[in-house]
C-alpha cells in the first residue's frame, strides 16, 4: 500500500499536497455528465435523422435543420447536444458523419449489439420478423418459445430454438439484448434465464413487473398504457375546448345583453330585461 506523502516531505510539493515542483500536475479524472433519459431517447431520433442525411450525401446540417426533421426545436436539440460535448461551429451547423459517430458512441452503438426473442406468439412473431432492427444496429439472432409447433421453424432465417436453451445460445450468439414477449406468468423465468446468460438489457413487453439485479437494465413496453395516455391527451383537450367555447358563448351573450333592443336584451318579445309588457 502506498502512503501519501506527509507534509513538509521532499516528495511533495510547498505546500506538502501537490506535485514536485517543476513536475506536470496528475490529469485530472474525466467528469461524466449525466444525460437525462428524455434527451438519450431524443438522442436516437436524432441518430436517425443524421443516419437519413448522410445517405443523401449531407456534410453538414444547422441545428434548425436537424432539429425540424427531429420534431423539436432548435434550442432543444443544442441542449440535448451539448450533453455529449457537441456545440456545432457558428454558421456552419455540425458535421453530419461525426455527429452521427459521437451520438452513436454515447449511445453504446458502436460497440456490436445482439437480440434474442422470446416468446412466438403474434407479438414475438412481428418482433421477430421485423426487418428494422438489423438496419439500426440490433440484428435479431436468437428466438425462444415452448411451443412445439413453433419450436425448430425459421423465420427470417432464424431457427426457433427451445426456451430450455436461453443460456447456451445466448452464450454461443453474443446475445446483449433480450426482449421478452412471454405471457405475464412465464415471464420472470425468462427473464432469470437471460440475465444468467449475461444479458444485460431487457425491453420487457409481458404485463409485469420484473425483478433484476441492479446490473440489469429493464425497459417496461406496455401498449395498454400508451393508449391510455393517449385517451388522456384526447380528454384533456377537448375539455379545454369546451371551456373556451363556454366562455365564449358567454361573453357573446354578455355581449348582446348590453346592446339595447337585442334578442337578449329585449326576451326576445321587445321588453328589456326586467321590465314589465304592456
Known sequence: MTLPPHAGDP??????????????????????????????????????????LAEQGADTVSSEELATASGVNSAKLRKDLSYIGSYGIRGVGYE????????????????????????????????????GFGGRGFPVTALFDIDPDLVGIHINGILVDHVRDIARVCIERGVTIGLVAT???AAQSVCDQLVSAGVRCILNFAPVVL?????????????????????????????AEDTVRASLDGAAAGHLAAVPNSPVATNGHGAVNGSAVS
Open 11 to 52: 516528495q511533495s510539493g510547498a505546500n506538502g499536497t501537490g506535485p514536485v515542483d517543476g513536475a506536470a500536475p496528475a490529469a485530472a479524472a474525466p467528469v461524466v455528465r449525466a444525460i437525462p433519459e428524455a434527451t438519450v431517447a431524443r438522442l436516437a431520433v436524432y441518430l436517425r435523422m443524421l443516419g437519413e
Open 96 to 131: 453530419v458523419r461525426s455527429l452521427h459517430h459521437q451520438i452513436e458512441r454515447t449511445l453504446g452503438l458502436d460497440e456490436p449489439q445482439t437480440v434474442a426473442v422470446v416468446g412466438i406468439g403474434n407479438l414475438g412473431h412481428a418482433l421477430a420478423g421485423y426487418g
Open 183 to 185: 405471457p405475464g406468468p
Open 211 to 239: 425483478q433484476v439485479p441492479p446490473q440489469v437494465e429493464v425497459r417496461k413496453v406496455d401498449l395498454a398504457v400508451e393508449l391510455q395516455v393517449l385517451a388522456f391527451h384526447v380528454a384533456r383537450r377537448r375539455t
